[in-house]
C-alpha cells in the first residue's frame, strides 16, 4: 500500500485479500483462546485478528511494526517501561505522561518543547511531543534523533496532535511512535485506544511482550471500531484543517482573543519546523479569553461548540486547560475543530464571542 495516497491507504490498510462470499470488512474477532497450533493466535491477551488487522494498517501508514493498546497512556506506559536509567520529555506535553514518569524508578528530565534540549548523556529514553499538547509549540524530530542516537538513546515521539498522515517521524529518524487514537485516528469520540509503532521489529517484540505480562489489551470490538473510523481519517482531517484556517483567519484581531496559536499557518512561530516535518496541518488550535468566567460564558454561547476534554473528533469541542493543571493561564482554550460546514462553525463561535 506504500504506493497509495493517504485516503487509499487509510480506506483499504489491514484489509484481508477478497474472497468471492466473504463480507468487505472483516468482523472483531472475540475469543480467550483459539484452537491449538497456530503461530501466533493463542490466548486472547496475546494477540488477536482484530488487533492485527488495524495494527497492519497503521503500521502502513506510520512505516513501521505497530502494536494496539488499550489507550493511548497504556501506549505511553509501554513506551516509558522501556527506561532503565534517565528520561528526557516535555516539560509542557501531555500532564499525565509527566505524572506516570515521576512514578518510574529512574531519573527525570523535563524540558520546553522548543528547547534548548541538554545533553542527553546518561540517557537511555527521549520522548518528545510536536505538536506538543495543548501549547502546540514544535520541535526538529531530525535534529532530536540524531543527537539521542550519538547518547546512545531511543528516541520517541508522541505523534497524537499530528496523526499517522500529518507526520511520519519514523522517516524523520525517530526509533518509535506512540499516539493516543482516541482521538483523530478513530475520530468519532467514542473509543479508548492507542498504539505503538517501532522502526525495528525487536523493538516491537518488546513493547507486544510489556503489552501481553501487563494486559494493557484493547477491546475487540473497540479495535474494530478504531479500524472503521480510519477508514475516514483523510477526509475528516481535511476538513477540520480547513475549519481551523477559517476560524483562525476570523479570530485573528478579535479585540476578546489573544494567544492565537495554529501551526498551520506561516505567522505561526511553530509554523517554519512544523512545514518542514508534517505532511499536513490539522483541526487542532488554542487562544486564550480573558478569563474563566469568559470561557464558560462562550461555550454557553456557542450553539455548535462542546466543552469536552478530548480533541480530533467530528464534533468541534473546546477544553479550558488550566482545569487539568497544565500551567497555562485561566482563559486558555484548546479548539479542536470539527467537521461542520465552515461557515456555520465560524458563524457560531463569533456569535458566542459577542453573545
Known sequence: ???????????????????????LLASPVFATGFHAGHESYGYGRADNPTYRALESAIGSLDGGECVVF???????????????????LPSDGYYLTRSLAAELPVAVVEVPTTGPWPSFAGADLVLVETPSNPGLDVCDITVLAAAAHDAG??????????????????????????????????????????HVTCRSAELAARIRQSRTLRGGIPGPFETWLAHRGLSTLDLRLA??????????SALRGHQRVSGLR??????????????????????????????????????????????????????????????????????????????????????????????
Open 1 to 23: 500500500m506504500t504506493d497509495y495516497g493517504d485516503g487509499t491507504r487509510c480506506v483499504h490498510g489491514g484489509l484481508a485479500e477478497p474472497e468471492p462470499g466473504n463480507p
Open 70 to 88: 488499550a489507550s493511548g497512556m497504556a501506549a505511553i506506559a509501554a513506551v516509558l517501561g522501556l527506561a532503565s536509567a534517565k528520561v528526557v
Open 153 to 194: 538513546a531511543l528516541l520517541a515521539v508522541d505523534n497524537t496532535t499530528a496523526t499517522p498522515i500529518g507526520q511520519r517521524p519514523l522517516e524523520l529518524g525517530a526509533d518509535i511512535v506512540v499516539c493516543s487514537d482516541s482521538k483523530a485516528l478513530s475520530g468519532h469520540s467514542d473509543v479508548l485506544l492507542g
Open 239 to 248: 476538513r477540520q484543517a480547513q475549519n481551523a484556517g477559517a476560524l483562525y
Open 262 to 355: 495554529w501551526p498551520g499557518t506561516v505567522a505561526d512561530p511553530s509554523h517554519v519546523i512544523a512545514a518542514k516535518q508534517m505532511r499536513r496541518f490539522n483541526g487542532v488550535f488554542t487562544f486564550i479569553l480573558e478569563s474563566r468566567d469568559a470561557v464558560e460564558r462562550f461555550l454557553a454561547a456557542s450553539k455548535l461548540v462542546t466543552a469536552a476534554t478530548s480533541f480530533g473528533g467530528v464534533h468541534s469541542t473546546a477544553d479550558r486547560r488550566a482545569q487539568w493543571g497544565d500551567p497555562v493561564p485561566d482563559g486558555f482554550v484548546r479548539f479542536s475543530a470539527g467537521c461542520e460546514d465552515t461557515d456555520d462553525l465560524v458563524a457560531d463561535v463569533l456569535a458566542a464571542l459577542d453573545a
